[in-house]
């Protein structure tokens, strides 16, 4: 228990020096499963009967399977609500992707068991490439509840701070526009929100700016800061206070081209980033990576697009890390590339 304690004396520690990182995710995940491991130890060791020992442990199994099974099924049946109300296309397919996989996974390796019942000789190298694989799959499951847990704690942060702490600057994150040049209704709710912190800071007696930060799609006849501007002037903002920053391509750009803008302007308090909630966390980690001081918070997203969405931005935590993540995946996988080979 001390080691529980010691990790979560950590997490306060680390979200108190800067709660825009995953670190506080990660201690207070590893708190949480050494707490289970411990419980479940203590209920096992309380038993004092192997065969209960047993039955235990194959019910947390089982439990386990069957949850894989029901979160594969409600991923897979989410994208296609996605798809069919999103259009089709890469973005949107990831939870069904994963849900596909982490199905299949769990089928494996309860066919193999069920294969075990009668031909454990053919079963038992299936099932040690499956249980293999579930290291760097359990790494990734880890990493990816770190993420949501502590993603879900810092837009709770986020939303808190946006009703007690005014700004200098409001950086609204632009998203796609609609026919090349209308605000979608996720980038309206972003703008409505950046709005009302505005009008929040105004009352608190500041004189902030806001920012509308997104750059020109492909597919787009105009930026989508000169949209988002607009929109916010058909809604009541005074146009002297909007800024645009309209050569960024994804949200680093956003952020640190707009650091640049704040710096041109003698913007050097606090901002907040306004973008849709379940980017909120990610679009902290890039905010203090641009060196821009302040929160982020997000807007209120629709249910169906959120599983989809929070897949989407794990995948790009990974690959803010990449060369880490990497490395520590290539070592997990060394068992069960080997587990193959010797199978092939």
Not at 79 to 102: N, Q, Y
Not at 107 to 135: E, K, M, P, R, Y
Not at 136 to 151: H, K, N, R
Request: include cysteine; charge should be neutral; charged fraction near 15%.
């Amino acid at each position: 228990m001390f080691l529980v304690a010691a990790l979560l004396a950590l997490v306060v520690l680390s979200a108190w020096r800067d709660p825009r990182r995953l670190k506080p995710g990660i201690y207070l995940t590893a708190a949480g499963a050494l707490l289970v491991m411990i419980t479940v130890f203590l209920a096992l060791t309380a038993t004092g009967n192997e065969v209960t020992e047993a039955w235990v442990l194959l019910a947390m199994g089982a439990c386990g399977l069957l949850a894989i099974i029901a979160l594969g099924i409600y991923l897979i049946v989410n994208g296609f609500d996605l798809a069919r109300k999103e259009g089709a296309r890469p973005a949107t397919l990831l939870s069904t992707l994963l849900g596909i996989l982490l199905f299949g996974y769990a089928i494996g390796v309860f066919l193999g068991v069920v294969i075990g019942w009668f031909d454990s000789a053919a079963s038992n190298s299936f099932l040690l490439v499956l249980l293999a694989v579930g290291l760097p799959a359990g790494y990734l499951g880890f990493v990816f509840v770190a993420f949501l847990g502590w993603s879900l704690l810092y837009a709770q942060h986020g939303r808190r701070k946006a009703r007690t702490e005014s700004v200098d600057a409001i950086i609204v994150l632009g998203a796609g526009l609609l026919g090349g040049n209308r605000v979608s209704p996720l980038l309206a709710s972003r703008l409505d929100r950046g709005h009302e912190l505005l009008d929040n800071a105004i009352r608190a007696r500041r004189d902030p700016i806001l920012v509308c930060s997104g750059g020109r799609g492909g597919d787009e006849t105009e930026s989508g800061a000169s949209a988002m501007s607009r929109y916010l002037v058909e809604h009541g903002v005074d146009d002297r206070r909007i800024r645009i920053e309209d050569a960024s391509t994804d949200t680093a750009e956003n952020l640190a081209y707009t650091k640049r803008l704040l710096d041109e302007t003698g913007i050097t308090g606090r901002a907040a980033v306004v973008t849709s909630d379940y980017h909120a966390f990610r679009a902290a980690t890039l905010m203090r990576s641009a060196g821009i001081d302040g929160y982020s918070t997000g807007a209120h997203t629709a249910a169906y697009f959120v599983p989809n969405a929070q897949v989407r931005e794990f995948v790009a935590i990974l690959r803010d890390h990449l060369w880490l993540n990497v490395a520590v995946l290539a070592v997990l996988s060394v068992p069960w590339v080997a587990g193959l080979v010797r199978v092939l």
